[in-house]
């Protein structure tokens, strides 16, 4: 591979330490020290750019179900400034994948990851996935409301038969781990309930959000899932809910876990509207 070095860009890396207009060399891939005795094979001048580490969204909803959804109610937003070339995938998309890549790797991101894709959604995320140029893309599979686990948990199923059906779901979705979002929470939302705390019990399948959630942090961690579970917790957004994210990390048993939006769970209760 050609040795190449960006020029004249100010340069900044934190772990060395350096902020400060130099050059970045790279060979096979890899960033290297300037090579004694050698000229670079091509130059990019980048004067006047920042030159850095890219960005990493963890959790930012890019594909599948939920944001198709979000699309449909949005219709004034479907964009049609820029023709998509007729050979290109999802050619009728108009710019929500293809634009997707591109506003991002504008802002400086390398890699972004789809926090909730649903199994039954799993083609198409990944066909969106390969319509959005430049990043890198990964997906978390969501578990932690469908009928068949929650069956599987209320059947007293074994720790060996609940690892099996995660460890497929992860393998078979092509995904990076499991997200689960408000465990149990589905089931009580249609019964009516506006809060769900960890051991309020799930109409129907007669578990608690504990056991849910519980369970599919040990199976992450049983089939070596490299990604903790990205729990979503309950109560997302109610006013005095640190209660339940404080109760949701002690339930956790020092086992490694991703938590999503926990800035949902500062509000109090003062005000005048109790918010």
């Not at 400034?81 to 991101?109: C, H, N, V």
């Not at 199994?119 to 932690?144: C, R, S």
């Amino acid at each position: 591979m050609a040795l190449t070095v960006l020029r004249g860009g100010h340069v900044v890396d934190p772990a060395t330490g350096q902020d400060a207009i130099g050059d970045v060399w790279f060979e096979d891939g890899r960033i290297v020290e300037r090579p004694e005795g050698r000229s670079a094979d091509k130059e990019i001048d980048v004067s006047g750019h920042i030159v850095m580490a890219g960005a990493i969204d963890i959790h930012s909803h890019i594909a599948g179900g939920n944001v198709n959804t979000a699309r449909l109610l949005l219709p004034e937003l479907h964009r049609a400034i820029r023709a998509r070339l007729a050979d290109t995938p999802l050619s009728t998309a108009k710019w929500s994948s293809y634009e997707t890549g591109r506003l991002y790797a504008q802002m400086g991101f390398t890699t972004v990851v789809e926090p909730a894709m649903a199994p039954h959604h799993a083609l198409q995320t990944h066909l969106e996935f390969n319509d959005v140029p430049i990043i890198d893309k990964g997906a978390l599979t969501v578990l932690g409301n469908d009928d068949f686990l929650l069956g599987m948990l209320r059947d007293g199923e074994t720790d060996g038969a609940i690892n099996d059906y995660v460890a497929q779901t992860v393998e078979n979705t092509r995904s990076l781990g499991l997200k689960c979002i408000n465990p149990g929470g589905v089931e009580a939302f249609k019964e009516n309930m506006r809060a769900f705390g960890l051991d309020d019990v799930v109409p129907f399948y007669g578990l608690t959000s504990r056991q849910i959630f519980q369970a599919l942090q040990k199976s992450t961690q049983a089939v070596g899932i490299a990604h903790p579970l990205h729990l979503h917790m309950n109560n997302l957004g109610l006013a005095g809910n640190i209660d339940t994210a404080l109760a949701t990390i002690d339930a956790a048993q020092g086992l490694p876990l991703h938590l999503a939006h926990v800035q949902f769970y500062a509000y109090g209760k003062e005000g005048k509207n109790g918010f």
